[in-house]
């Protein structure tokens, strides 16, 4: 069965620290791979997303995050963390033969300290 | 580009009263979309996906005859939940994919801002 799993539930950083956020998936065919973070209230923002090809992919605000195959996980990583990043952060996975469903991962809620 | 909107961003409603939510994607054709629920400091429930011109897909456990939805148009999937109660009170939102985006086949689903709605 199709799953995600973000292990931390919540995530407490100094600002300008660097990040590190947990994602592991367990799925049967080739994964898409898709990293959104949602402010209160608001609907899913697109951060990156990883379809094939090299690894290590760049998103936006200085986000990255890397597949590892043998590890099924695609980590989300940002070097320095900026006070406006505190928001909650989704890992999610899609594949084309499964009616193009997205599994979520629980999300990992950042909070950054001054 | 890319831009999902949804109306209304908030609705409060009685009791037995019908809410309809919409789902717009401004500046591209959505040959797809899902609606989601998510509780409070939760993940989204996937609840239907929405096929323009052919019935919605809806998950195991989600009611059809309460959730109608509706995909008239490359541009619109609507939302009704019929005689809300209480326990309907949650954020929905809605996402839409382009599947021929420039003639490449897109896997990414672009969501809108949420509708939250309280049942009172």
């Known amino acids: 069965a199709q799953s995600v799993t973000q292990p931390d539930i919540h995530i407490t950083v100094s600002e300008g620290a660097s990040l590190e956020l947990r994602c592991n998936y367990s799925y049967g065919a080739t994964p898409y791979l898709f990293w959104y973070v949602q402010s209160p209230g608001q609907g899913l923002q697109l951060l990156l997303k990883y379809f094939s090809g090299d690894t290590l992919v760049q998103g936006i605000k200085g986000f990255e995050a890397e597949f590892k195959r043998s590890q099924s996980s695609f980590n989300l990583r940002k070097p320095s963390v900026h006070w406006s990043d505190a928001a909650e952060y989704f890992c999610a996975v899609g594949a084309v033969n499964t009616g193009n469903q997205f599994y979520f991962g629980t999300g990992t809620s950042l909070t950054v300290i001054p | 580009g890319a831009v999902v909107s949804q109306h209304p961003s908030w609705v409060i409603c009685k009791s037995g009263t019908s809410v309809k939510i919409e789902c717009r994607s401004l500046d591209f054709q959505a040959t797809t979309m899902f609606w989601y629920r998510q509780f409070p400091k939760q993940s989204l429930m996937l609840m239907a996906t929405?096929?323009?011109?052919?019935?919605?897909?809806?998950e195991q456990g989600v009611e059809k005859d309460k959730f109608l939805i509706n995909h008239a148009s490359l541009t619109l999937s609507t939302l009704t939940v019929t005689s809300a109660h209480p326990e309907d009170s949650s954020f929905y939102i809605c996402?839409?994919?382009?599947?021929?985006?420039?003639?490449?086949?897109?896997?990414?689903?672009?969501f809108g801002p949420g509708t939250r709605l309280l049942v009172l």
């Open positions: 929405s096929n323009e011109g052919s019935k919605a897909t809806y």
């Open positions: 996402s839409a994919r382009d599947l021929l985006a420039g003639n490449t086949y897109q896997e990414t689903q672009y």
